[in-house]
């Protein structure tokens, strides 16, 4: 086996079995995608959700951690030098306003993946890898209901990008992927657990239009508070700045509260 190989089923079988020590990977619009920032590189994420409407009258739940609006800045950098096993880690500063998680706003995350036809001819792209991840603590707050402050989510990502057949265009990339959670801190409305669901997503680079435009389409599953349905569009001001605006339909909105607007600043540092 090939060194870069070697390292990848090592890193992969570490991030499967390890205790989660590294919130927010590199993305689709919501949920992760197999791509991962290039060795050297740091990525700044501004993140902002804004309630597209009041919240959700509902009863207290300890999983619903997005009643309000959300600012996420992070930072994630590449850290592998290699083709065929990229990996990235990251931190976050997670701030949601009224909400008891506010009392421990860092969280991490890592991500393994090995890009289309690298490992073998045709081959799809693989990821692996974990986000709001820390240790898990109880925490109450006056009346505040009792929540838990690490999610440490772990999944995993296939994808492949689909060519355009004769003189029609690409059809753009399809992922499909799983993901498995706390046991704690995603739960139902009866407080049942639901740690777990699919992951969907398809995008492309719209350069019918302009190199510089790309369409976004993600699922997320699970009777939980992060299950959604999530739309973006972004816009590459220059090579190493993006700018993405996007909406989340959330399919459980008395865990998650009522749908937000996404606006998300990519800056990469060097380009």
């Given at each position: ?23 927010r990977p590199t993305s689709i619009v919501w949920i992760p995608s197999v791509d991962v920032q290039p060795f050297k590189t740091m990525d700044l994420g501004i993140n902002n959700f804004f309630r597209a409407s009041g919240d959700v009258d509902a009863p207290p739940s300890p999983s619903a951690s997005r009643d309000s609006n959300t600012l996420d ?199």
């Amino acid at each position: 086996m090939k060194k870069p190989a070697c390292y990848l089923v090592s890193l992969l079988l570490v991030l499967a079995t390890g205790s989660p020590v590294w919130a927010r990977p590199t993305s689709i619009v919501w949920i992760p995608s197999v791509d991962v920032q290039p060795f050297k590189t740091m990525d700044l994420g501004i993140n902002n959700f804004f309630r597209a409407s009041g919240d959700v009258d509902a009863p207290p739940s300890p999983s619903a951690s997005r009643d309000s609006n959300t600012l996420d800045l992070g930072l994630t950098f590449g850290v592998l030098p290699f083709r065929m096993a990229q990996l990235e880690l990251g931190v976050d500063y997670l701030v949601i306003a009224n909400d008891p998680n506010d009392q421990h706003p860092w969280s991490g995350n890592a991500k393994l993946a090995a890009p289309e036809e690298e490992l073998f001819p045709y081959a799809p792209a693989l990821a692996v890898g974990i986000y709001n991840g820390r240790t898990a603590k109880d925490i109450v707050t006056g009346d505040a209901p009792k929540v838990t402050s690490g999610q440490n989510i772990v999944y995993g990502l296939v994808a492949k990008s689909v060519p355009g057949l004769g003189p029609l265009p690409a059809l753009g990339r399809l992922s499909v992927g799983y993901y498995r959670g706390s046991r704690r801190a995603l739960v139902d409305e009866q407080g049942r657990v639901r740690n777990h669901g699919v992951l969907l997503s398809w995008d492309r680079t719209l350069r019918e239009i302009s190199n510089n435009l790309w369409l976004g389409l993600d699922y997320m599953g699970g009777n939980n508070s992060n299950g959604s349905f999530n739309v973006g569009f972004s816009w590459a001001f220059a090579r190493n700045v993006t700018l993405l605006f996007g909406y989340d339909m959330y399919t459980h909105s008395s865990l998650a509260g009522s749908n937000t607007l996404t606006l998300q600043v990519d800056i990469k540092v060097p380009d």
